[in-house]
Each structure stands twice: as C-alpha cells, then as structure tokens.
C-alpha cells in the first residue's frame, strides 16, 4: 500500500516537473488564445497519440474502449481545462491563474468525499489547508491586476482538472491517459471552427512546438496516470508546485515581479509539499522495516 502511494506520488511530481514552462510559454507566444489552442489542441492530440501507441501497439483500441463513458468524461474535462488555463492566461497575470488553479485539490477532495466517499488522512488536509493559505497571500498580492474573465476562466479549469481527475480514480484498472488525445482533437476542431486554424510565425511556432510536443505530452500522461495510485486531491496538491515553480520562470524571463506577499505565498506553498513528501519517504521507510 505505502509503496503505491509512492509511486504515485512520484508519477505526480515528475508530471508537475514537465508542466512548469507552461505557464511561461503561454505568455510568451504572441498568438490570441483561439490561435494557441487550435495549435495547442492539434499538437497535443498528435503527441498523446504518439505515446499511447507506443505504449499498447495492437492493444490500444481495447484499452481505450475500456476505458467507457468515464474516459469520454475525462477527455471532455482535460479539453475544458485546458481552454481555461490558456483563456486565463491569455487574460490576466500568470500567478492569479496559477493560483486559481490551487482550489483543485480542495474541489477534487469535496468531489471524492460526496461522490466516491473517499476520505483522506487528517496529514494531507492539514498539508492542503496550509497550502491554500500560502495560495491565498499569493492572490492578495495579484488582487486587481488582470481581466476579470481570466479569473473566470481559471476557476473552470480548476473545476474541470479535480473532475478529471476523480473521475479517472474511480476506475484505478483503466488507463485514462489514453482518451485524452480526444480531449484535445475535440478543443482543436472547436478553436478550428472559431476560426483559430491560422499559420504560426518562426518564433511562435518554435516556442508552441516545445511545449505541446516536449514538455506537455509527459505532464499530462504522468498526471492523468497518477489517480490510479494516490487519491485526485493528492495529485492536484502535487500541481501546486507549478504555482511556485511556474511563477518563477514567468518572473525571471518576463519580469512579471511577484510582490512580497506573493513570495510569502511560494514559500509557504513549496515547504508544506516539501515537509508531505519528507513525511511520506519516511512511512515509506519505516514500512519496509517493518
């Protein structure tokens, strides 16, 4: 059981190590989000394509078929999720986003508690409490800064993300990763329709091509994969690493500064994961002691 958890507690991180640049990278391309998401969308439904077949061969189209409604229920919150991250950035500051984006873990426990009547031990709702507070001066310190549709948007994804990922901890035997080149075919034939379907220039074809071939086919095959393992809360409570880790890149390369309160907020937020996963290496260790 113990050895489980951390397996999945590793999938989580190593998922959240890839998706960092997100934040970066989105702000730094120059397209409007409708551009970015038909891009987006195309690339990444290639790429999770890419990986599921290398990953099953002949047996994908079974593995998928297995997956049911819930899997369609999965592909569909991934491409709600991801329209809102890429909306929300594309329309107020990176670390009100991110920090939207916290509220995840505290959803995805609600959902799984009156849903799925999962519980979760009194350590990670301490752990997620604490790093809701680091999340809240981190939002007092962006308070008004930013298009109020950004702060919409990132409450859907945040929303759509704890969905997605309690639906897929309800089936551990499916892998959910499998649907999500759906999820992403689905946001590319809409953002298609709304007239997104527009060639990129040099730079930003460059910089959306890192990101959704590289960076982003890892980190959400790792993160939708990480349900299986631990509970949907716990894998959301390993995203707020993005908001102190994102936050930075988006500061260093584009000197979007974060003010004090924020930088109070990171640390809070980046010690209490810090001291979960110390906790959880030594249950670990004294289990196979024991």
């Known amino acids: 059981m113990q050895t489980t958890r951390i397996k999945g507690l590793t999938i989580a991180a190593l998922g959240v190590l890839f998706i960092v640049p997100d934040a970066l990278l989105v702000k730094i391309s120059s397209v409007p989000p409708i551009v970015f998401l038909f891009w987006r969308g195309l690339l990444l439904a290639f790429s999770f394509w890419l990986i599921s077949w290398l990953r099953y061969r002949d047996r994908l189209t079974t593995e998928i078929r297995r997956c049911g409604w ?3 229920f999965c592909a569909g919150a991934f491409a709600v999720s991801t329209l809102g991250f890429v909306v929300g950035m594309k329309n107020t500051a990176a670390g009100n986003v991110l920090v939207i984006l916290n509220t995840a873990p505290v959803i995805a426990a609600l959902i799984a508690w009156l849903i799925w009547k999962e519980t979760l031990p009194w350590r990670t709702w301490i752990v997620i409490l604490v790093c809701v507070t680091g999340a809240t001066f981190m939002a007092v310190g962006e308070l008004g800064k930013g298009d109020p549709l950004g702060l919409i948007m990132a409450g859907i994804a945040a929303t759509a993300l704890a969905s997605n990922l309690n639906v897929a901890r309800s089936r551990p035997d499916c892998d959910m990763s499998v649907m999500l080149m759906f999820g992403a075919l689905a946001l590319a ?4 329709f709304m007239g997104g379907a527009e060639l ?4 930003d074809a460059f910089f959306i091509g890192l990101l959704c071939l590289v960076f982003l086919p890892m980190a959400c095959i790792l993160i939708q994969i990480g349900p299986r393992y631990i509970p949907a809360a716990e894998v959301s409570l ?3 690493l993005e908001t102190v880790l994102g936050s930075f890149l988006v500061w260093l390369f584009l000197d979007e500064v974060p003010p004090k309160l ?3 907020g990171g640390v809070i937020v980046f010690s209490a994961l810090a001291v979960h996963g110390w906790i959880e290496v030594k249950r670990y260790r004294k289990a196979r002691v024991v």
């Open 200 to 203: 990129l220039s040099a730079r």
């Open 262 to 264: 924020s930088l109070i």
């Open 238 to 240: 390993m995203l707020l």
């Open 189 to 192: 034939i809409v953002a298609a």
């Open 70 to 72: 819930k899997g369609l």
